[in-house]
C-alpha cells in the first residue's frame, strides 16, 4: 500500500508543479509588458534584456499620452465598445424573450437564422460595410464603428440569453399578471433582474469584441482621425522601421488594462454564465 | 433575488401560446431592423459586387459599373497565388484548432488533479491571457521573439534569429500568440463540464472496476461532447477567420506575402489595390466555407435531437 500512496504523491506533486509551470509561462508575457513599459529606454533597447529593472520609469507613458489624441482614442474605445455593449444588451433581451417566451410562427426559422448570422465572418463584410456607411454618411464617425458591432454581437447575445429567459418559470409570470403587472413591468422590473447575470455574460463577449476591433477601424476611419480608436494610437509606435519598443508595450498596458479590470470583475458570472449557454 | 441558472438536463416545456400575437414580433423588431440593415444588407452587396467589375474607376464614376458574372471567381481560382493563401489558410486554422483544443482539454483535466491555489494561478493567468486584446497580443508576442532585443532568442540561445522572416517561423509565431490567447476559453468551459459530471456517475465507474483511462474515454467524454462541440465549432470559425494577428506581427501578410491568410489577401484586394470586385469574390467564398461549417454544426445538433 505504501509504494502506491507514494506514486500519488510524486504524481500530484508533478501535477501541481506544471499547473504553476504553465501559469507562469501564460502569465509571462503580460509580465514582459508591463516591464517593458516601466524600463527607461535604454534598458529596453538592451541586447541582453533582464526580467526586472532597478530603475523604473514612467517616460513611456508620458510619450504615449503626450501623442496627440491618445487621450481621445481611448475614451472613443471606450464610447464605441460601451454604447455597443448596453444597445445590444437591450435589443437582445428583447428578442431573445420573444423567442424564449412566445411560440408564433418562424420561431424556428429565426433561431437557425440567428445561429447562422453569429458563422458570417465579420471581416468578409468590410467591403459592402464601407460602402454602406460612406452612402449613408456615417464613414469617418463613430457610428461607423458602433453599428457594425451591435450587429454582429446581436446574434449571439440573443442566442445565450435566450437559455436564461427560458429558465425563468412560466408560473412568475402568471403570478405577475395575477398580481396585477403589466406587461412591461414584468418584463422590466421582472425579467430583466433575472437574467442579468447571462446579460453580464454577453456583455463580455460584444465588449471584448467591440474594444479588439482593429479591422474596421482601420478601413471606416481613413480622413477624421480624431474619431479613431486605440489600435491605431498603438499602431503609431509599432508600424514603423524601427518601433518605440518602451512606447508600444505603454500603449498596449493602457489598452489591456480595461479589458483585465472587466474580466476580473465579472469572471465569476462569466464562467456560470459559460456554463449555461453550453448546457443549453 | 435568487439567480435563476439554467437548468440542465430536464428540458423546459415549450413556450406557451399567449394571446397578443404582434407582441413577439414587437420585442423582435430592433434586433431584426439591425440584423437586416447590417448584416443581411450587406451580405447581398457582398455577392452582388462579387460579379461586378468594380474598381476605383467605377467607385468614382469615372467608369461605368459592368457585369462581369463569375468572371472575378474564374481570375481568382487562376491565381496561384489565390489557391497557395486558400490552402495556408485552411492548413493554418486547422493547426490553431488543434492547437487551442488539446491544450485547453489538457490543461482543463490538470486543473481537476491540483488543489486551490495552482489552480487559482493557471485560472488567472489564463483569464489574462484571455482577456489580452488581439492588437496588444501581438505586438508583446513580436516583442518578445524580437531578433535584437527580445528575451526568447536569449533563452533559447538563437542569437539574432528573425523570427518574423521565414514563412514557416511567421506562421509559428502567429500560431503561439493565437493557442496563448484562445487556449482559456476552451479551458475553463472543459473544466466547468467536467466538474458538472455528477460525482456519483464517476463512484459507480470505480465500483465497476473501471480504470482512469477507461472511466475518461467510456464515461466522461461522452457527457463532455456537447461542450467540446461547441468550443471546437468555435475555434474553426474564430481561427478561419484571423486578421489582426497576421495582419500586425508579419506586417501585412509577410514578406512578399508568404504569410497571407484569406482575410488579409481580401484585405490588401479591396483597399489596397483599389480592386472591391476580386475582394468581395474572396470574402464570398470565405462566407460560404464557414457556412458549410455551420450546417456540419446544425445537422449534428439536429442528430442530438436538440429542440431550437
Known amino acids: 500500500m505504501r509504494p502506491r500512496i507514494r506514486a500519488t504523491r510524486a504524481w500530484r506533486f508533478a501535477a501541481e508543479a506544471t499547473a504553476v509551470a504553465v501559469a507562469l509561462v501564460v502569465a509571462f508575457p503580460l509580465y514582459w509588458m508591463v516591464l517593458s513599459a516601466l524600463k527607461p529606454a535604454g534598458e529596453v533597447r538592451s541586447a541582453h534584456p533582464v526580467p526586472w529593472t532597478p530603475n523604473p520609469s514612467l517616460d513611456a507613458f508620458r510619450r504615449v499620452f503626450g501623442q496627440q489624441d491618445f487621450g481621445r482614442y481611448f475614451l472613443n474605445s471606450l464610447l464605441v465598445a460601451g454604447t455597443v455593449v448596453v444597445a445590444s444588451a437591450l435589443i437582445a433581451f428583447l428578442a431573445a424573450t420573444a423567442v424564449a417566451r412566445f411560440r408564433f410562427r418562424f420561431r424556428t426559422t429565426l433561431l437557425i437564422l440567428f445561429l447562422v448570422a453569429q458563422m458570417v465572418p465579420v471581416e468578409a463584410l468590410t467591403i459592402p460595410m464601407f460602402f454602406l456607411m460612406r452612402d449613408s454618411g456615417v464613414l469617418n464617425s463613430l457610428l461607423s464603428l458602433i453599428l457594425p458591432h451591435l450587429a454582429f454581437s446581436l446574434p449571439f447575445a440573443v442566442w445565450m440569453l435566450r437559455g436564461f429567459v427560458k429558465a425563468v418559470p412560466e408560473a412568475l409570470e402568471e403570478q405577475a399578471t395575477i398580481d396585477g403587472a403589466s406587461r412591461a413591468r414584468f418584463l422590466w422590473q421582472i425579467l430583466f433582474p433575472l437574467v442579468l447575470p447571462g446579460l453580464v455574460a454577453t456583455s463580455v463577449f460584444s465588449f471584448i469584441s467591440t474594444w479588439n476591433d482593429f479591422l474596421f477601424a482601420k478601413s471606416f476611419i481613413v480622413s477624421a482621425t480624431e474619431n479613431s480608436t486605440l489600435p491605431m494610437a498603438l499602431l503609431v509606435f509599432f508600424d514603423t522601421e524601427t518601433p518605440d519598443w518602451g512606447g508600444v508595450m505603454a500603449a498596449s498596458t493602457v489598452m489591456t488594462l480595461p479589458v483585465l479590470v472587466f474580466f476580473l470583475l465579472v469572471h465569476r458570472r462569466l464562467v456560470s454564465g459559460l456554463g449555461g449557454a453550453v448546457k443549453d | ?308
Open chain 2, 1 to 308: 433575488m435568487a439567480e435563476a441558472p439554467p437548468q440542465a438536463g430536464r428540458r423546459p416545456p415549450d413556450p406557451p401560446v399567449r394571446q397578443g400575437r404582434l407582441t413577439p414580433w414587437l420585442y423582435l423588431a430592433p434586433a431584426l431592423v439591425v440584423l437586416t440593415a447590417l448584416l443581411a444588407f450587406p451580405v447581398c452587396q457582398l455577392g452582388l459586387i462579387s460579379l461586378l467589375e468594380y474598381t476605383q474607376a467605377q467607385v468614382s464614376g469615372g467608369e461605368p459599373t459592368s457585369f462581369r458574372g463569375l468572371g472575378n471567381y474564374a481570375e481568382l481560382f487562376a491565381d496561384g497565388q489565390f489557391r497557395q493563401v486558400l490552402l495556408a489558410t485552411v492548413l493554418f486554422a486547422a493547426a490553431c484548432v488543434l492547437g487551442t483544443i488539446t491544450t485547453g482539454c489538457a490543461l482543463a483535466v490538470l486543473l481537476t488533479r491540483v488543489r486551490a491555489l495552482p489552480r487559482l494561478l493557471l485560472t488567472t493567468a489564463a483569464l489574462g491571457a484571455w482577456a489580452t486584446p488581439a492588437i496588444t497580443g501581438s505586438t508583446v508576442w513580436v516583442f518578445l521573439f524580437d531578433a535584437d532585443f527580445g528575451p526568447v532568442n536569449r533563452v533559447l540561445g538563437l542569437g539574432d534569429f528573425s523570427w518574423t522572416y521565414g514563412r514557416m517561423s511567421a506562421f509559428a509565431l502567429v500560431f503561439l500568440e493565437v493557442v496563448w490567447c484562445s487556449f482559456p476559453l476552451v479551458m475553463v468551459t472543459v473544466y466547468a463540464g467536467i466538474r458538472a459530471v455528477p460525482g456519483e456517475v464517476l463512484e459507480a465507474a470505480a465500483l465497476d472496476g473501471a480504470s482512469q483511462w477507461r472511466t475518461w474515454r467510456s464515461v466522461l467524454t461522452p457527457m463532455l461532447r456537447p461542450i467540446l462541440l461547441v468550443v471546437t465549432i468555435q475555434s474553426v470559425i474564430w481561427d478561419f477567420k484571423i486578421f489582426t494577428q497576421i495582419y500586425v506581427m508579419t506586417g501585412g501578410g509577410g514578406i512578399a506575402g508568404q504569410n497571407l491568410v484569406l482575410n488579409v489577401y481580401a484585405y490588401q484586394k479591396a483597399f489596397a489595390s483599389s480592386q472591391y470586385g476580386l475582394g468581395s469574390a474572396i470574402g464570398v467564398v470565405m462566407l460560404l466555407l464557414l457556412l458549410g461549417v455551420t450546417l456540419v454544426y446544425l445537422r449534428l445538433l439536429r442528430r442530438r435531437g436538440e429542440e431550437l
